[in-house]
Every structure is written in C-alpha cells, then in structure tokens.
C-alpha cells in the first residue's frame, strides 16, 4: 500500500525549496547567536577575576541554599464530611449544557473541586461520549473573567437590594410587554418556572434564540409534518448517508451523539465487512466531509439546487438546474439512496425553510422516517425561531417592550443585526442579564444577576425525548452569584413556591427562604420518579427513565457519590446494534414541495461566495474565552487561536498570484506564519482577516468560521469583561450573516474579495513535523479489503521477514527484556475516528498540558501530548482525507531512551516508555531521535510563572498568563506533576491512572479487570475508537483486536525501525469505487531527499 | 589491631541484642496486643474500665458467671443479636449501656490472642527504660572505638617516627650517611597525603551536605497544640487508624479534622495521667492543651455545647516529599500491611513528632529492594493481584527464588512514583 501517496501541505506536495530546508532543520531553532557573542568570546577574562567570579557563585549558592527551608502548613477539616477523603477522587453525575447542547457526563471531583469531565455511559443517547468543548467546559469554571458579584446600574450591590430595584422598575413599566430571551432551553423544570413567571406579567413573552438557528428545519418540519420541532436522527440504522452541508460530525445539531451512531456503521473487520457509504456535498472543506467516502463541492447558494436534484433522482416530481461534478455525485448518491430504502438518511445543513422542506421529501421517498429519523422522541436542541427574534428586535427599536431578561443568549455578539440589538435594548427601560460573564449583551443591561456555572447548578435536561439527565452541583458556587431559576422563584413570590422540607440537607445553599429551585427541582423530581429513593438512584445515575430501571433500590446507599464504575468499553457490545429494542417512529409528510421548489429555483448564485461555518473547537464562541479550546488545531487547517479565510488554490492564485502548485511561490505563502490579510465584503458588511488556501474548498467559495472577534463594546475592555484568551483571537463574521425574511442564511451569494497588502501572522501546529514519504498510514477501499484482506499489510510482512523468523528477537542487537505482570497496549482504529478532537482537550484536562499561546505555537512549540495529524492524498482540488491520532508510541525498544544522558527517559517492566521530570537535564536529544515526533519541550514555565513578580512577563502570551493564576490552577489534576521550564514531557498511558487501577485492584484482592482501566483519551473519544488494556491478558480487547478481530487491518507505524511501539492502529479503509490517492511515481524523489539531506548536513558540519 | 577491633566490634553488637532480647520477652504476645490495637484499643484498656470492661481476667469472669469457654466468640462475632437473648450480654448491656461493635472477621484464635496478651498484660514503663539503656550502650561503645582508635594512630605514628630515627642512628653507626631530615611539615609526601586526605574528608561532607539538601530528618517543630503521640497512641493505645483513617484508603493519611478530636474530648477534658515533659525539659499542661482544642472546635465544656464559630487547626507539616513525588499511603497500609512504624520511627514513644525517616530515594528504593510482595499461593494466601505473574510464580515452583520483591515487579522503577 505504498503507493499512495500522503501530504500534509502544499509544500509537502510539491517538494518545495522550503520544505526541503524544513526538512533538515527539523526543530526550527536558530543556532546559538555566536556572532554576536564574539566580543563576549574573544574577551581575555584574566585568571584571578575568572576565580572571583567561581567563588562568588559558589559562595552564594552556597549561601542560598542553606537558607531555611519553609514551613508548610497542614490544615485538615474542622468538620469532615464522609464523602470527602483528601487524596480519593468522586465521581458524581451532571449534564453538561450550553447554548441547548446536552451531553450526560460525570464529573471527577478532588477533594471539593471539579478537575475533569467524563461522559456518562448510562445515557442512552450519548453512551459515554464528550466532545472537545465537553471536556474543555470544567476550565470555564475556574475562568477568571466570570462575573464575581451581581451588579445594578455599573456598580456592585447584593441580590436583596437588586430584587427589590427590580421589583419597583418592573411594576413602573408594567405597561408595556415583559420578554425572556434566552437560548434554547431544554430544561422541563426551568420551562415550568418560565411559564409561572411569565403568567404573573400580562403580555409577557420567552423568546428562544440560538447562536447559529436551526430555524429553517424547525419550521420546515412545522410544514411538512405539523411538528415545531427537530426529530432524534439514527444514523446507525443507515447504509447509505447523505448530508448537504450538514457538519453533523463536527457541529451540527449533536454532534457527540452523531459521531457515536456513525462510527457504528463505520468499524468494520474481515469477518463483517460491512460498512456505509457516506456522500458529503458541501463547499467548504467541513470534519464530515473529511471523514466522506464520496464529496462533492458546490457553491452554498446551490444546496437547494442539490437537495432538488437528489430529490428529483429518488423519484420527486421536481427539476433542477443543477450541474457540473455535484450533479454527477447526486446521480451516485440517488441510486445508492434508493438501492438502500429504508437503511438511508439525508441531512442538510441548511437554514432555508424551503431546503429543508425538500431534504424532508427527499427523506420521506428514501422510507427514512420510522428508522433513521425517529419522530417519537424529538431533539430539543436548538428551538428558536428566527420570525420570533426578529420580532423582538424591531419591538425594541419601536420602544414596545417593558422590559427584556437575557439569559444564556448574547445577541449583541452573534445576531446578524447586532448593531439593530443593541440600538434598541438601549430604548428598553428594564434590562436583565443573566449571563455568567460580561459579555456582549450583558455590558448593554441595567442589572446584571449573574447565575452559576453548569456545575454549581442544580437543573435537568432533556436533550432528546424522553431522556431526560439531571444536573447537580459539583462545587459550592465559586462567586457571588445565583441561579437563574432561582432569581425567577423568588420574584414569582411565596404564591407558587414549594416550601423547604429538607433544610438539613441543603446546607449549602445560602439562602433558605423556601422558594428556592433546588427544593423545587428536588419536589418535581420525586414526584415524577415516584420516591426520594428513585430521585437520588436518578440523581446517582445522572439519568431519568430509561436510566432509573437499570439499578434496584437494594443498592449500597454508600455508593451514592462514588458511581458509574461500569464504563467499560465493550466493543463486542457496541458492535451489536444497540437500537433494535428502540421503537422509533416516523410521521406523515404533508410539505408543500412544488411551492418550495419553486422559490429555491429563484435563489440565484453569485460569482464569488461566503460560506459562514462553526469550528470544532469553538462552536458559536460562547467557551471562546477557554484557552485550551482555543489553542486546539482545527482539524482541517491546523491553526490555533484565529479564524481566517479558508480559500482554494485557484482563488489563490487569482487573487494573489500565488501558484500554489509551484515550488517558489509555495514558499512565499505556506512556510511563513504570516499570511495575506484580505477584505471581504457581502450584504454591504466587510470584515477584514487573513487567508488559508487549503485543498478541498470550490474555487468559489470562501469560508469563515464564527465565534471569534469577541469585543467588548469598549474593545480596551475586552480582555477584562470577556477574557484574556478571547482578546484578540479572530475576527467577528457574523454580521455576514443576512437575514432573508425568514430565515438568517449562514452564507452570501455575492462577496467581493480583495487585497489590503497587509499580512497577519497564523499559527499553525502540524506543518511541523514532515513524513518524508515514509509509509504512516495504510487504507484500502472496501472492495479490495473484501476481496483480499491480507494485501493490506502484505508488502511490511515481505519486508520484516527479511530481519529473520522472530522480527522482535531477530532484528535488533539489544537483548530482549520479559514483562511479566502487565503490558500496557493501545488500538487506535483509523476509521472510527473522526477527528473530533475531544481526546485532544481530553488529554490536556488530565495531564495538566500547559497552554503556551499563538506565539508559541507559531514557534512551533506546542505541548499536545496527543495530536490528530491530518494527511491529504489525491487531488489538491478535493482530496481524501485521513485523521491520525499520534502520541507517544511507548515503543519497547525506543530510540528516545538509548540518547538519553541521564537516564531520564527509559523503559519500565510494564511496556510503558517512562519520562522522569526531575531528572530530566533538557537535552532535547530524545525528542530528536523520536522518530513520531511526540517528545514536547517545555521552553517556558507555563504553569508557574507567576512564582515570582515579572517572571517571564513579555516572554510567555497574556492567555497563557491567564492560566499562570490560582483559580485557573485549581483545575489541575493533583496525582499529575506539574512540569517546569527545560522538561522534556510526553504522553504516559495515563500512568496515573494505571497506578490507580491497579492499586484498586490490590486492595480488592483480585486482578484487574479488563477495561477498568481507561486512558483519557479513550474515556473521552465518542466513537470508541482507542482502545486501551492489558495485552498479557489474551482476552483483553486490544489482545483480541490484534491477534483474533483485525489482524488483517492491524499495522504499526515505522514498524520496520524495530521501535516495537506498544500503539496499534487499525487501517482505514474508505467505502468508494474511485482509486484514492495519487500512485507514487517518484521514486526518483526520495532519493533526492537523501541527496538534499546529505549535502546540508555536510553544510552543517562545519 | 585490625582483627582486634572486629573483636570488640562482634562482641559489643553481641552482648547489645542479648540485653535487648532479655527484655523483649513479650515479643510472643504482640500478635495480641496488634489486633488489640487495631480493633478494640477505642473501647476497651486492658487492665482498666473504659467504654467497655477491661479485657483482663475477662475470661475468669465469663467462667465464673458459669459460660462456656466459646461464649466470647459468639459475643465478639455477633454482639447485636446477644444483647436481645443472652442473660450475661444483658447483664453487660444494662452496665455500660453501649453495645461492642461485632467483629465477624476476627478468628478465634485472634480473639484468644487478645485475651491472652491482656491477661499477662503489665504496665509497660520498667520495659521502655530498659530498651534505652541499651541504646545508650551502643553509643558509649563507638566513642570508645574513636578514641581507642586515635590513640592507636598517635602510638603508631608515634613509633613509625622513633622507628626513623633509630634507623638513621643505625645507619649513622655503620657509617651510611643519609640526608639531613625534612621535618615532615615539610615534607612533600606526607603534605601530599594530607592534602588528599583533607580532599577527602572536605568532598565527603560536601556531598553528604548537598545531598542532604532539602531533607529534614529530625525535624519536630512547635506545634499549634501540643499533641502527644505518646499518649494517645502509647499509653491509651489508640489505634493509628482511628485518627488517621485515609492512610488505608487514600494516599494521604489525613490529619484528623477537628471533630474527631472531639469524639473523645468532649468527656475527656482534663489530663490525669503522667507529667509531660518537653525535650528541653519544659513541662507541659495537658489539661491547658485540651483546653486549646475546645478553642478550635468552638466548644463550650461547660455548657456541654458549640458556642462559638470553631477554626481548622494549622498543624505544622512534618513529611514533606516534593510535588515530583507521588506516594500513597494505602499502597503500604493496606496492600503492603506496612506497619505505620517502618516509616514514622516508634509514633508511640514520642510527645511532639518529629520525622524518623530521612525520606530520601535511597531510603525508599532500599526498602523495595528488600521487601517481599503478599505474593499468593495456591493455598489462596497473599494477593491475588499477583496471580498474573505466571513467570514468577513458576519460579517459586521449580525453587529458584522463594520470595518475590518489590522491585522484581518493577517498584523500583521511575514512573512507579514519578508521574
């Protein structure tokens, strides 16, 4: 397989002049400025005052060190709690919710302090999977820019009075209609107390808005079936999947529970080779599309075009003008849809009413409803409307609304008529905002009342029907802040207000008046669960109803905080299709798709394009203050703390002259962090930002990410009211966001680009590392695995079978040493992963990863333990994409650990290639003889700069400062060595965590059991595809993957080093008939490279 | 002289274990008295009512109350259901109106040990003095090797020197002429020598110094309340445990909060016992010390309530490792069945603590290197952790070794503490 052939950048692609250079100079580092130093050199330092100085130094360090050594203090509990052991983590069960995201997760708690975030495996929806932002969210606990105190008018004032300030302006403006603008809620208990509330003010009204609004399926569904609502889709029920532009992978609706259901119908081994077929038709390069089997581009005002034609392919009665390649691909997709009735799904990421009227036409002619879209229990996701918020904004601006709550929303920052916002929520006598931070909105209200972080609060969630997941507080709020829910029971009055049964156990919150929402959100709930014995078995579990059934009320009450040890990750299980004992439902289609169609006809197209997307990391950049989201690459570009232009290669060159197929002008663009800094404009709004050129993007189009540019409405405040990690990060786009009547569309048909001359530094993390055409990766297409599975690994066999019978005794002259007890192993599967990035932040959560900052990054000093390399192969103008997650291999006869001074790095009986901080002395030789360039340096102290005043200041970023903090820092994880400057570091296994198992295990008397032990990585990754156990133990799931279930698809990387690395991967193999990747004609090439090298190194030698 | 010295040197080390064994003589019923402590010290003394009966003659009692000699066994496996339809459970019940804890795991032969230590169970200070002595004698016994060994230098070198001279007059007398002496300040060889040796001596401290940086073997700093170990764990022979719960569970031992303090001291509230002394010969008042606790706790002994806001109490850390150091104290306690003591020196014998171990890596990897894992058996004994082992438990079969380390299971190794 190693023909094909693999690129991470252009410059890699066309063997550029550059690259070539980058390839010697692997670390990037300038040498040590002798030059300058050669006064300093030559300088005749006499004897007597080389002595001075020896003596001096030594006397003072002598002096320095005798100093006393300091006397720590050791502080217990005046009252110990029982659920509180110092040194033993408790897991209890949460929700994580934002913006209407709900993901059920448990949370690790340390001695009163949440440090990490796990998913919860009970939850039938999500099954045990996170996302990055997931993970990321337990930092913005601890974000030093959340709002401290409540505030009237500018100043700071304590709830009491601002209740009763609130209460009289409420009653002056009584005349006038009450609105509750919050984003889209998926709470039936806060939906309850709104509706309360709102009945005590005549008029009054609740407004859902959301960030990025899915407005255009809500009332598409409204048409088609009479439902205001998003169905719960199944993707794990397809063979077939389509999406048009929907990002269902990456951001789309609920992407944690998408990327479960997909990676089902995409594991795959030689005994079931089955898997589906995935058709992307986008116009942007999206994770989805990279993950496609099949991906076609179009212009973003075509989606409709494409949803017709499909439509008109599986049998409707419509016309489309649609043509080119995305037509050849609808014809592809049609055949496959209808080849596939009823085991086939389309999505579509469109805002457009009429679109989506269509897709559900589409949907009902492929059988889809009743099993891949279930009408029976609806996705509460997203619900606003955009009709509705328009509303409001013009009654503001027409002076017609009393007074306006905000909660959760921030319109001011994402509207597309933010200017339009906030010129009328200034005409509003009474504003309220209840947001956690002094954002956007929050800055423009009169009183601000800021409510607790998702894991100080009590709450519910109902993510999808019926499954409900319960919220409790994991900390005592931080700050003087107070619920929500709260804030709106105690203005509803004592009238509706249950009273306080149980006082005793709710010592924590601080006011015990009786209307307070955990006593209400405790009655609600054990009224419904029938008992307070069910209510904390759900409160334990996480999870209401299907959750409850699980476990009987015999149940050891003392485990009620130390819960959900049964996350273990049972491929065989989830291999099973877990949804055949679900009835799902579908419901009668009623659409008006000639009327539809006919106005999608009418959309014309333009010449040039914008396309408005979500990124990974940042989402609609509510968490945009959160350093680690911020400084995780994108999956597809690779940049860090920005958003840019993403354009294709021939607009690159049209616009910029830029040849990006040719060596030099590669280089002028591609090497250099600064990149050319364009105006776009379209609707009559222009933003100016640097540009990407990245393959698979039309040539028409280009694509901007949201969620970054937050700015105060005094931008020197920006960095005090929304944070230091979001100042200055990217470029707000939403204003290009327009607004068609009824829908705001994410893209504009008619965008002129152009030149301002300017250059703006992007920084971006794998361009780093080159592969030098070695064989990494292997993948195959379905049909070729089917017919002959053995050809995958067939030509390393040959190759490694020349080294003698025993590769791993034979081929090395170092002795081979037993592990006797345990032997740690890891099976990445290449194609399950999606790139989502959650282990990503998982890893940086767990192992107390510094942050380093843009300029850093830009220096190529970035600390991930784990990173997602992303390799392009095939045509520039639309490749193939492949994700690989790469850490430290713990290769068993590893290169870093014989050129290592001190011993500091070296190997352990277990398989576990150990780093030892404290001896480290900073060579960096081991990162340079790693062969997967894992090793990370810390040039910096990161963590703990702030040991002394101006330590490091101007040298290390100001987000990177943020974390140099002591509230950031009571995140870190305490059984984690914090490192300091000049350590080498890099991923463990989790080590601790190991070490935690298999104490565990010993004191239970017993072995470990198989799965117990997770890394983070693993625990976080959604489609399960790292694995991670015992592989002395043949029935530990890596065992059976690499000898029983995979072995055809199994491979190492750079195996034929004898590095003997202890990581698996399992091969990717990609469901098309095309041939993937280009063939590899240049052998002629590689043998240039050894020339280029040689003669450098001879350069260098002097 | 060399063979001379070993002589004094086996002979002194010899008679020092002999006095120690001499009075040692209840080493046979420390089984007893360890479970003693672990489970019954909180309620029961030995010789002394407390919570419950002493444990003392509490054998004869029960035989002259006319009970079998399994009765006790019963009684301590299952106490609950005794008190509702044992006479003589009922009988106890109605006296100290509390009912004992049941300790279904205890063997019969651990309670026997129990009883039996208890019942030869004497005052254990003529003991404590004994043992000092011959601490004492060992010390008498080096610095008479020093100046034994000084002297013999002097002796010799003053011998080499007349040895000189008698040579030189020697060989003046057969007409030899040598050289005018160089006075041996002057001497390039012997300056050469003492230089070195001055080398030596000087690099030798310096390293000992610098490695010693940072470590604080010894150190027993004023404490906020003067807490002793001594009574509590020694004389009232508290289990370690009651207090310090965390060190089987977690990987910190815990200081006790304050309110564990106060599950005693709320009746306790004054020191009866022996005077305290502070090493430098101050004297302590116990009752004064109490008296600080209920400060901390905000307790009022008089009106027998909380009055007041209490405050932790900010104890002077003692075991400092570095943060690059991971330990875990159920690892040793309750996996390894360390004794609290291997580590912390004899806790029970001290007023102040002060830290026994130097905690260095030295010292840690010594104590792995040498100690054996509960490695199972096929009799069902040990951890059955280590049935995984496959390869070290067939060497203990065909009798290669038969014992396993902790560093043969890879304790010695970097990230088994540094992550």
């Known amino acids: 397989m190693n023909e094909i052939k693999y690129w991470q950048s252009f410059g890699e692609l066309n063997k550029s002049d550059e690259f070539k250079k980058s390839l010697v100079n692997e670390f990037n580092d300038e040498l040590l400025p002798l030059e300058d130093m050669k006064e300093i050199l ?107 105190y409540p505030m009237a008018k500018g100043k700071e004032a304590t709830f009491e009075v601002i209740d009763k300030m609130i209460a009289d302006d409420l009653t002056a403006n009584a005349g006038k209609p009450l609105v509750l603008l919050t984003s889209s809620l998926t709470s039936p208990t806060t939906k309850q107390i709104i509706t309360n509330f709102l009945a005590k003010y005549p008029g009054a009204r609740h407004v859902q808005y959301d960030g990025v609004s899915y407005s255009g399926m809500i009332q598409a569904n409204e048409a088609s079936y009479g439902k205001k609502t998003l169905p719960s889709y199944h993707f794990e029920n397809a063979k077939v999947i389509v999406s048009l532009g929907a990002d269902f992978l990456g951001t789309w609706l609920s992407p944690v529970v998408f990327n479960r259901q997909y990676a089902e119908t995409r594991r795959i081994n030689a005994q079931h080779p089955q898997m589906s077929r995935h058709f992307q038709f986008e116009s942007y390069m999206s994770l989805t599309g990279a993950n496609a089997d099949e991906r ?132 509003c006598p009474v504003t309220i905002s209840f947001n956690e931070r002094m954002d956007e909105t929050t800055e423009l209200c009169k009183y601000v009342l800021p409510s607790h972080h998702w894991l100080e609060s009590w709450g519910d969630a109902e993510g999808q029907g019926g499954n409900i997941s319960l919220i409790q507080p994991l900390i005592h709020p931080l700050f003087k802040t107070r619920q929500f829910e709260d804030s709106l029971l105690k203005w509803i009055g004592s009238s509706t207000a249950v009273t306080s049964t149980d006082s005793t156990a709710i010592a924590n919150t601080s006011a015990q008046t009786g209307n307070d929402y955990q006593t209400y959100f405790k009655k609600y709930w054990t009224a419904k669960v029938g008992g307070e014995d069910n209510f904390n078995i759900a409160l334990q579990d996480g999870i209401v109803g299907s959750g ?89 570009s690779k940049a860090t703390w920005d958003n840019y232009a993403m354009i294709s290669s021939a607009m690159g060159k049209s616009l910029f002259n830029i040849d990006i197929f040719n060596r030099k002008d590669t280089d002028k663009y591609e090497v250099n962090p600064q990149k050319p800094v364009v105006k776009i404009t379209a609707n009559g709004k222009s933003v100016t930002l640097p540009v990407l050129i990245l393959p698979g993007i039309h040539p028409n189009v280009i694509a901007l990410a949201v969620g970054y540019g937050r700015t105060s409405g005094d931008n020197n405040k920006t960095a005090e009211y929304i944070g230091r990690a979001a100042y200055g990060a990217g470029v707000n786009v939403y204003p290009l966001v ?18 301002t001359g300017d250059t703006y530094p992007i920084a971006q993390s794998q361009v780093h590392n080159v592969t030098e055409g070695r064989p990494i990766i292997r993948e195959t297409t379905l049909s070729k695995f089917i017919a002959n599975p053995k050809d995958l690994n067939k030509h390393e066999e040959e190759e490694l079978a020349a080294y003698g019978e025993d590769f791993v005794k034979d081929a090395t002259m170092y002795p081979y040493y037993d592990k006797p007890g ?7 599967d290449l194609n399950t992963c999606t790139g989502c990035s959650a282990c990503v932040v998982a890893c940086h959560a767990e192992n107390n990863i510094p942050v380093v900052g843009k300029r850093e990054v830009a220096r190529y000093h970035d600390m991930h333990w784990l990173r997602i390399d992303r390799y392009f192969t095939g ?55 790693c062969p997967y360039k894992v090793r990370r340096f810390n040039w910096q102290d990161y963590t703990g700069s702030d040991s002394f005043p101006d330590n490091q200041k101007g040298i290390i970023s100001d987000a990177t400062m943020m974390m140099n903090d002591d509230l950031p820092r009571m995140v870190l994880n305490p059984d984690v060595t914090v490192r300091s400057r000049g350590v080498m570091e890099k991923c463990s296994f989790c080590v601790q965590r190991l070490q935690e198992g298999k104490l565990n295990a010993k004191k239970e008397n017993r072995t470990v059991k198989d799965g117990e032990i997770q890394t983070a990585c693993m625990q976080a990754c959604p489609t399960h595809a790292i694995v991670f156990s015992n592989v002395n133990d043949k029935e530990s799931r890596v065992s059976k993957i690499r000898n029983v279930e995979q072995k055809d698809r199994k491979f190492y990387v750079l195996e034929q080093l004898h590095t003997l690395s202890n990581v698996n991967y399992l091969a990717k193999i990609r469901n098309t008939d095309r041939v993937v990747g280009d063939i590899h004609d240049d052998s002629h090439e590689k043998g240039d490279f050894h020339g280029t090298k040689e003669a450098n190194s001879d350069k260098q030698d002097h | 002289m060399n063979h001379y010295r070993r002589f004094i040197g086996t002979t002194t080390t010899g008679i020092f274990f002999l006095f120690l064994f001499s009075f040692n003589n209840n080493l046979f019923a420390q089984d007893g008295q360890a479970i003693f402590k672990s489970y019954c010290a909180s309620c029961h003394k030995p010789d002394a009512e407390f919570t419950g009966p002493p444990l003392k003659g509490a054998r004869e ?92 230098a002097v002796i010799a070198l003053i011998l080499l020197q007349v040895n000189s001279n008698l040579k030189k007059l020697s060989d003046e007398k057969q007409g030899i002429r040598t050289p005018n002496p160089v006075p041996f300040y002057r001497n390039k060889a012997y300056l050469l020598l003492g230089i070195i040796v001055l080398f030596l001596i000087g690099g030798y401290f310096t390293m000992e110094a610098a490695i010693g940086l940072g470590r604080t073997k010894g ?54 016992g022996e005077p305290i002394t502070r090493e430098d010969g101050t004297s302590v008042n116990g009752t004064a010390e109490i008296q600080k606790l209920y400060e901390y706790a905000g307790w009022n002994p008089d009106l027998k309530k909380y009055d007041r806001p209490g405050k932790p109490v900010e104890w002077v850390r003692i075991h400092n490792l570095p943060d690059h150091v991971y330990f875990n104290h159920s690892q040793h306690v309750k996996v390894g069945q360390q004794q609290c003591q291997t580590c912390h020196g004899n806790i029970q014998d001290m007023g102040e603590v002060a830290q026994f171990a130097d905690l260095s890596m030295g010292w840690c990897i010594n104590c792995h290197r040498e100690t054996k894992v509960q490695f199972n058996d096929s009799a069902g004994n040990g951890n059955k952790f280590y049935s995984i082992y496959e390869k070290f438990h067939d060497d203990i079969k065909n009798k290669k070794y038969d014992s396993v380390t902790v560093e043969r299971i890879g304790g010695t190794e970097c990230q088994k503490c540094h992550y």
């Open chain 1, 548 to 636: 409850t059934g699980k476990r009987s009320l015999t149940n050891n009450p003392d485990s009620t905080n130390t819960t959900n040890t049964n996350n273990t990750t049972d491929t065989t299980s989830i291999l099973k299709n877990v949804t055949t004992a679900l009835t799902l439902s579908g419901a009668s289609f009623s659409g008006n798709v000639a009327g539809a169609a006919a106005k999608i006809a009418a959309i014309k197209s333009g010449g040039n394009e914008i396309v408005l997307y979500q990124k990974v990391s940042l989402g609609t950049g509510n968490q945009a203050n959160n350093p680690w989201l911020q400084e995780l690459p994108d999956p597809i």
């Open chain 1, 42 to 148: 030559d300088a005749k330092t006499p004897r007597r005052d080389f002595l001075k100085y020896i003596g001096f130094s030594t006397a003072a360090a002598a002096l320095a060190a005798s100093c006393e050594s300091p006397v720590n203090k050791a502080v217990p509990f005046l009252n110990k709690r029982d659920d509180i052991t110092p040194g033993i983590s408790n897991f209890y069960a949460s929700t994580y919710i934002s913006d209407g995201d709900v993901v059920p997760v448990l949370v690790k708690q340390r001695e009163g302090r949440p440090i990490k975030v796990e998913g919860n495996t009970l939850s039938p929806v999500t099954n045990g999977g996170t996302s990055a932002q997931v993970q990321a969210s337990v930092l913005d606990l601890y974000d030093t820019s959340r709002l401290r």
């Open chain 2, 61 to 152: 009692r029960e035989a002259a109350a006319g009970l079998p000699k399994d009765w006790v066994y019963k009684w301590v496996h299952n106490t609950t259901s005794m008190i509702n339809t044992d006479p003589y459970a009922k009988q106890m019940f109605a006296k100290y109106n509390s009912v004992m804890t049941a300790f279904p795991d205890l063997k019969n032969e651990e309670i026997d040990a129990v009883l039996d230590w208890a019942n030869k169970y004497e005052k254990p200070a003529a003991a404590a003095s004994a043992t000092g002595t011959g601490t004492a004698g060992e010390d008498d016994n080096s610095l008479l090797y020093g100046v034994l060994t000084l002297i013999l």
């Open chain 1, 822 to 828: 345990m032997k740690w192993g890891m099976s990445i």
């Open chain 1, 738 to 755: 327009s607004y068609n009547g009824t829908n705001v569309d994410y893209y504009a048909a008619n965008a002129t680009i152009e030149k």
């Open chain 1, 875 to 929: 045509s520039p103008e639309n490749p193939d994409v492949i994700f690989q997650p790469m850490l430290c291999q713990h290769c068993d006869n590893a290169p870093c650990e014989n050129v290592c001074p001190v011993t500091a790095t070296n190997h352990s009986s277990e398989g576990l290639n150990q780093m030892a901080y404290n001896r480290c002395i900073g060579t960096r030789y081991c990162a340079n003889n």
């Open chain 1, 296 to 427: 076609y581009l179009h212009k973003p005002s075509e989606t409709g075009a494409v949803a017709l034609a499909l439509l008109a392919a599986v049998g409707g009665s419509v016309t489309s003008n649609l043509t080119g390649n995305a037509a050849e691909g609808v014809k592809k997709a049609a055949a496959e849809l209808m080849a596939n009735k009823g085991a086939a799904l389309v999505v579509c990421g469109s805002n457009d009413t009429n679109v989506q009227i269509i897709v559900n036409a589409i949907n009902e002619a492929i059988g889809a409803g009743g099993k891949t879209i279930d009408w029976a229990s609806t996705a509460n996701y997203r619900q606003g409307v955009d009709v509705d918020m328009a509303t409001l904004v013009n009654d503001l601006n027409a002076g017609n609304v009393g007074a306006l709550l905000v909660y959760g929303a921030n319109p001011a920052y994402n509207y597309f008529a933010a200017d339009k916002f906030k010129a009328g929520i200034k005409k």
């Open chain 2, 219 to 272: 150190y027993q700093p004023e404490q906020p309340i003067y807490y002793s170990h001594k009574i509590h764990a020694g004389t009232n022979q508290i289990s370690c445990l009651y207090c310090h719960g965390g060190a089987q569970d977690s990987k910190h031992a815990n200081i006790p909060s304050v309110n564990v303090c106060m599950n005693c001291h709320i009746s306790i509230k004054e020191y009866t």
